[in-house]
């Protein structure tokens, strides 16, 4: 309940059917004659509960959020908005084509992070065995996938007979891969239709 003029606790319990004390106690009033217009007197400790979780929900919104999953309705200035993202970002960060039509339950990423430097330290991982799998162009040594900063990396040998490094990072949906020198390139989502058979193969 809001306090508007006029109000006091006595009267605020007598309209909800509550008890004064319990009133007191629930809202932590030392002098219960002493009510200002606009406090909220919460009326129960489900009440208490509901606004400890309302508050939670407010924290974990503004927070700094990797991703957001598109929900049925939303557009992209309606995410925009929320997340502080501007639509030109998120258009760049997502390669979106038809930006007027966004689809329900598709993963936005909201940070250059994801997209380009999703770090991975380290390419010198050992084989122990074999398992090959071909995908478009490359043969990927499936039983050697390693976990790396969070992202799947596997040893692979492309048509043209370079062996080089594939990485998958599974939760922001984006593939990297070593080049000639054995850098790692840039992070891009997967474009043609083996990468995403393998995005689908391994994450799923």
């Known amino acids: 309940h809001k306090v508007v003029p006029g109000d006091t606790l006595n009267n605020i319990a007598i309209r909800y059917k509550k008890d004064e004390e319990e009133l007191k106690r629930i809202n932590h009033l030392k002098n219960a004659d002493y009510l200002y217009i606009g406090q909220n007197i919460k009326l129960s400790e489900s009440n208490l509960e509901a606004s400890k979780e309302i508050e939670s929900e407010k924290h974990n919104?503004?927070?700094k959020q990797a991703f957001h999953i598109v929900l049925p309705g939303q557009t992209l200035t309606s995410?925009?908005?929320v997340h502080k993202v501007s639509i030109k970002d998120l258009i760049n960060l997502n390669?979106?084509?038809s930006p007027?039509?966004?689809?329900?339950?598709?993963?936005?990423?909201?940070t250059k992070y994801d997209q380009e430097q999703l770090p991975l330290r380290d390419n010198k991982i050992t084989s122990e065995k074999v398992e090959n799998r071909k995908y478009g162009p490359l043969h990927i040594d499936w039983s050697n996938w390693k976990i790396m900063d969070g992202s799947h990396v596997a040893p692979i040998i492309?048509?043209?007979g370079k062996s080089l490094y594939i990485a998958?990072?599974?939760s922001f949906r984006r593939i990297n891969s070593t080049g000639e020198n054995g850098e790692w390139k840039n992070w891009i989502p997967p474009a043609d239709e083996f990468e995403h058979d393998l995005m689908n193969d391994l994450c799923n």
Not at 100 to 110: I, P, V
């Open 158 to 160: 492309h048509s043209n």
């Open 168 to 170: 998958i990072n599974c």
């Open 61 to 63: 919104r503004n927070q």
């Open 79 to 81: 995410i925009s908005k």
């Open 95 to 97: 390669n979106i084509q």
């Open 100 to 110: 007027d039509r966004l689809s329900s339950g598709t993963k936005l990423s909201l």
